[in-house]
């Protein structure tokens, strides 16, 4: 018997330019190269070069019923190209659970498809670089959650939302970086276990001194962690000497003294909204935190001239992704980018997320 072999993946660059016209070509790539607005890093030229893909990708969405949904660190020829909706983590699992699409494309790390699969459980969810994981969601197993609960019998167990479909399913309340104070103040009881972020689960115990225990894991996210206070301090010296008020935005996956230097501190989406807000106020000197798509939207999305100073962090997970992979999973998808989870796994996660659902709204 024949075995079908899956598709190779597509080679990076190499385009069919013969299915769109010349004046396609280059409508699309003025429409990249404005909705992007960085003409040194997303020349008009790149953007000619990238057009027969979005064009075709655009175009398969459309033909076959999908939604394409990409997080906010996915590189801008993605969100700005293809995405129909691009947001931070939670934003985007509710996204995935009222889309009325047959299938979800989405364009992020595997837990985030993950997550849209056990919000959407009759929907297809492709995901087109099954590689693509995080340190944070690798850094703790099922297993370890059962452990810490045995040890700390009676308490709830809350997760990141960056953990593996299987350790949500053995999780009480699943928490985002948009919503994290809220639910843990909400939940019932004086204690709570905190998995497995020990940056943002420290921010959590201080939040939550004097009314609740919060016990800790210990993994992090390689990007945040590279972030220290000390250089925040060092970039603010520089800043006033030359005269400017810096505001530092941080996200609350970096450690308690990135964020107690920081003006502000806020998810993906907050972050890019709270720096609009500032620099539509005047405030154009600015510092963001975080992973370096936060700063490719702010730059997209303000008509302000900023100032931003320092640098970002590119997440090798986030960025692994590219219009190639997503137009393979959109063509002919392999079934190692199809999201499927047990049944099982299904009905116990998507009680970890309701939670966070009710809780948060
Ligand atoms: P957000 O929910 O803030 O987008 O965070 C997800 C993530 O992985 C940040 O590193
Ligand atoms: Fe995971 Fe950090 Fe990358 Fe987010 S930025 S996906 S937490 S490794």
């Known amino acids: 018997m024949a075995i079908e072999l899956p598709p190779p993946p597509l080679q990076r660059g190499i385009v069919n330019h013969s299915s769109f016209s010349e004046l396609d070509i280059e409508k699309e790539a003025e429409r990249l190269s404005t909705a992007i607005k960085q003409p040194f890093r997303w020349s008009l030229e790149t953007c000619r070069s990238i057009a027969p893909l979005t064009l075709e990708i655009n175009q398969l969405k459309k033909e076959k019923d999908v939604i394409l949904i990409a997080h906010s660190y996915q590189t801008p020829d993605i969100t700005y ?85 299987e350790v949500k399913a053995e999780c009480d309340a699943c928490v985002t970086s948009s919503n994290y104070l809220r639910i843990c103040e909400r939940l019932p009881g004086n204690g709570l276990i905190f998995v497995p972020d020990r940056f943002m689960g420290k921010h959590l115990q201080n939040h939550l001194a004097g009314k609740k225990d919060v016990i800790i894991f210990d993994g992090e996210c390689e990007v945040h962690a590279a972030f220290t206070g000390e250089k925040i301090r060092t970039w603010r010296k520089r800043a006033s000497d030359a005269g400017m008020e810096l505001q530092v935005l941080s996200h609350p996956e970096c450690d308690t003294d990135v964020l107690d230097e920081s003006d502000f501190v806020g998810s993906s989406e907050v972050l890019m909204e709270e720096a609009l807000r500032l620099a539509s106020a005047g405030k154009k000197d600015l510092m963001l935190i975080t992973e370096c798509g936060t700063t490719d939207r702010i730059i997209a999305e303000s008509n302000e001239d900023l100032n931003l100073v320092g640098a970002c962090v590119m997440c090798r997970h986030m960025k692994t992704t590219q219009l190639e992979d997503i137009l393979q999973a959109l063509r002919n998808p392999r079934p190692d980018q199809i999201i499927e989870l047990e049944t099982s796994v299904i009905e116990k996660a998507s009680k970890c997320l309701d939670e966070m659902f009710r809780l948060a709204e």
Do not use: W
Not at 93 to 122: C, G, W, Y
């Open 81 to 165: 190209g293809v995405a129909d909706a691009v947001a931070d983590s939670y934003a985007l699992s509710k996204e995935a659970r009222d889309a009325p699409q047959n299938t979800i494309l989405f364009s992020s790390v595997r837990f985030m498809a993950e997550t849209a699969k056990i919000v959407s459980p009759h929907k297809t969810v492709l995901h087109p670089s099954p590689e693509a994981g995080c340190s944070l969601s690798d850094s703790i197993t099922a297993q370890d959650v059962r452990d810490i609960r045995a040890k700390y019998p009676g308490l709830p167990v809350v997760c990141y939302i960056n953990t593996s479909a």
